[in-house]
């Protein structure tokens, strides 16, 4: 999805309407929504690009915003002990719950962040180079968890 420029399109859409909502940075929102898809570790190897960019502020609130999730595969679990409909909702109000902490603890003023491209993570590199890239980060990050 990267590669294709599917993925920033998304990032543009999701984090815009949540920025709106929140008041934080779009990047940081679409960090939330994607935390909760692909996890807490697997989810910044979307961003190596761009991690050494980032302030040390958006750093915090990127990984409050991670740590503060499951992956899918926990919240499979969660249903099977649950109904579904709660879990999801949980899911949701834990997502904003962590927005509400993060801009008590890590206040942002809307704008005074630069923003961030994600295009320019894979500009002259071909599909099969930047699925190896991402092959092998991800298993670098398995061989830390």
Same mark, same amino acid.
Request: proline letters at 0%; charged letters at 10%; glycine letters at 8%.
């Given at each position: 999805l990267?590669?294709?420029r599917i993925l920033p399109i998304f990032?543009?859409?999701? %984090?815009t309407l949540l920025s709106k909502v929140n008041g934080m940075g779009k990047?940081?929102?679409?960090?939330?929504?994607?935390?909760?898809?692909?996890g807490q570790s697997e989810n910044f190897i979307?961003?190596?690009g761009v991690l050494g960019d980032l302030t040390s502020r958006r750093l915090f609130t990127m990984a409050a915003t991670a740590m503060s999730t499951v992956s899918l595969s926990?919240? %499979?679990a969660y249903m099977t002990m649950l109904d579904a409909k709660y879990v999801v909702a949980a899911l949701i109000l834990n997502m904003f719950s962590t927005f509400i902490v993060l801009s008590v603890i890590n206040p942002t003023r809307p704008g005074s962040e630069q923003e961030i491209k994600l295009e320019k993570l894979h500009e002259s590199q071909s599909f099969f180079e930047m699925l190896g890239e991402y092959i092998l980060a991800g298993f670098k990050v398995a061989m830390i968890i």
């Open positions: 990267q590669h294709w990032i543009r859409v999701i %984090g990047l940081e929102s679409f960090n939330a929504v994607s935390s909760l898809i692909l979307a961003y190596k926990i919240v %499979g």
